[in-house]
């Protein structure tokens, strides 16, 4: 979910501004990046969300985010829109009051503005779909920076032959091990009223119940903030934020980087590039990356 137009995104890092209306206490900082709070008789949980971290995320999350023509753009996320509907339908049927995934999913879709009859449609067709099967590829790409490859095809050995094209062509190569630098996790998007800060961000992770939290940003450069969780507890984390009266963007289940590349501009322009390529491919659902780019 790429699009061309990346030196914009890599001229300047702009921090966003902190406001919370909620009352919090303050946090004392650590002497590095990390910051950690008590919360009752629970044990320290780093929450690993500092000015460097972020501002690499954040640089990153435009870069990928940049849209070409936002018809073709709309057009092609409906696209996986439908890809990751059949998977979910595959997994746990087709109705949504018994699939959790599918659920989380079809909320993504409305949040989108997808039509009601293009999902339900996806739905249907998913029903209905000839056999087919899901598999992950392993990637290393420009910098170092490790990718996984999700595809749905029925065809492997045409899907595999292409994904190595494309990755033999961008600077890439598949790389078995890629898959050990991600944690499976609960992801949890929520676009606050208002921009928040570290702390605020911090003191609601814990309240949550969540492990971390990450600023990042949408396709339209507003802010977002990922809540990260143990797969198990994404309904629980959900549910509390949406007690402290955060809108919920989308919930579900993510590959997480446990380690990051930093990559610089250069870089950074390549692995796009390669990544926009293989979101184009109809066969892949999507592509994670653990990529940061430099401050």
């Known amino acids: 979910m790429l699009g061309p137009t990346l030196l914009r995104a890599l001229r300047t890092l702009r921090p966003p501004a902190l406001v919370w209306a909620a009352p919090v206490q303050p946090v004392p900082r650590s002497a590095s990046c990390r910051l950690s709070l008590v919360w ?56 949504p009051d018994l699939n959790i995934n599918l659920a989380h999913l079809l909320e993504q879709c409305r949040s989108k503005n997808m039509p009601k009859a293009s999902i339900d449609a996806a739905i249907k067709s998913a029903e209905k779909a000839k056999p ?46 890629a898959r050990h630098n991600f944690n499976r996790r609960g992801v949890v998007v929520v676009v606050p009223a208002q921009s928040v800060s570290v702390e605020t961000a ?54 997480v980087p446990r380690n990051h590349s930093s990559l610089d501009q250069e870089q950074v322009e390549a692995a796009s590039t390669l990544i926009e390529a293989l979101t184009d491919c109809p066969d892949v659902v999507r592509v994670w990356d653990n990529i940061q780019a430099d401050s």
């Open 40 to 95: 009752r008789t629970s044990p320290v949980r780093s929450l690993q969300l500092c000015s460097g971290l972020c501002a690499g995320h954040n640089k990153w999350s435009k870069v990928k985010n940049i849209k070409g023509p936002k018809d073709e753009a709309r057009g092609k996320m409906f696209m996986k829109f439908g890809m990751l509907i059949r998977i979910a339908v595959k997994e746990g049927g087709s109705n």
């Open 132 to 177: 087919a099967s899901q598999h992950m590829f392993e990637a290393r790409g420009p910098g170092g920076c490790m990718l996984l490859i999700e595809v749905l095809t029925d065809n492997n050995s045409r899907t595999h032959q292409e994904i190595r094209r494309l990755l033999n062509k961008n600077g890439g190569m598949l790389s078995d091990g």
């Open 202 to 255: 911090l003191e609601m992770a814990i309240e949550a119940g969540a492990e971390d939290v990450q600023e990042t940003e949408d396709e339209e450069e507003k802010l977002q903030l990922k809540f990260i969780c143990a797969m198990s507890d994404l309904n629980k984390v959900r549910g509390s934020l949406e007690g402290l009266g955060l809108q919920i963007t989308s919930a579900g289940l993510e590959f």
